[in-house]
T-cell receptor
Framework: GENVEQHPSTLSVQEGDSAVIKCTYSDSASNYFPWYKQELGKRPQLIIDIRSNVGEKKDQRIAVTLNKTAKHFSLHITETQPEDSAVYFCAAHAGGTSYGKLTFGQGTILTVHP | KAGVTQTPRYLIKTRGQQVTLSCSPISGHRSVSWYQQTPGQGLQFLFEYFSETQRNKGNFPGRFSGRQFSNSRSEMNVSTLELGDSALYLC??????????????FGPGTRLTVL
């Protein structure tokens, strides 16, 4: 089955710096890659997603890139702010009969210091 | 639109008991997926229901089961609870139709503690 590896497990940056989180996936049939942000005690919330027919997607300070050949995708956050501090999860959907199954990475704890 | 809701929010049980958790999806969403979240294993897929049918199942023992009703509300049941079942159980609803996946919206979760 699909396996998703996420790095780093923790990331500490200064306010205004950029943050990059990387994920690799194992199933070449995967075609949908969402990123979720989970604040302490809150539910995961989708911040950006990308499908396999696109190489890059941006939404204000957040961008995601996808390299299908290498089977990896990355989250880029620019001009980080303290409110960006949270746990970030990448996920992959293997298409076909995976239906509602997302396979998640282990998460990255991002801390933005003022 | 109201978001995904889950009840109860917190639950304390003892080993050997069983528990039922409930999830009400966003209106119009017929797909409900369940996940177990633990510090050590992260978010792991349990199963997904669409129009009262289980379409996919993760690698969990048969003690974990679920169902979906005609109004798309879903329940999951865990029988013969073990200490390792302590976790945050999250459900997510989606418009998923056929094999095209849409955004999954998560509920607040049910925090289950097994003593």
């Amino acid at each position: 089955g699909e396996n998703v590896e996420q790095h780093p497990s923790t990331l500490s940056v200064q306010e205004g710096d950029s943050a990059v989180i990387k994920c690799t996936y194992s199933d070449s049939a995967s075609n949908y890659f969402p990123w979720y942000k989970q604040e302490l005690g809150k539910r995961p919330q989708l911040i950006i997603d990308i499908r396999s027919n696109v190489g890059e997607k941006k939404d204000q300070r957040i961008a995601v890139t996808l390299n299908k050949t290498a089977k990896h995708f990355s989250l880029h956050i620019t001009e980080t702010q303290p409110e960006d501090s949270a746990v970030y999860f990448c996920a992959a959907h293997a298409g076909g009969t995976s239906y509602g199954k997302l396979t998640f990475g282990q998460g990255t704890i991002l801390t933005v210091h003022p | 639109k109201a978001g995904v809701t889950q009840t109860p929010r917190y639950l304390i049980k003892t080993r050997g008991q069983q528990v039922t958790l409930s999830c009400s999806p966003i209106s119009g969403h017929r797909s409900v997926s369940w996940y177990q979240q633990t510090p050590g294993q992260g978010l792991q897929f349990l199963f997904e229901y669409f129009s009262e049918t289980q379409r996919n199942k993760g690698n969990f023992p048969g003690r974990f089961s679920g169902r979906q009703f005609s109004n798309s509300r879903s329940e999951m049941n865990v029988s013969t609870l073990e200490l390792g079942d302590s976790a945050l159980y999250l459900c997510a609803s989606s418009l998923n139709r056929g094999q095209v996946i849409h955004e999954q919206f998560f509920g607040p979760g049910t925090r289950l503690t097994v003593l």
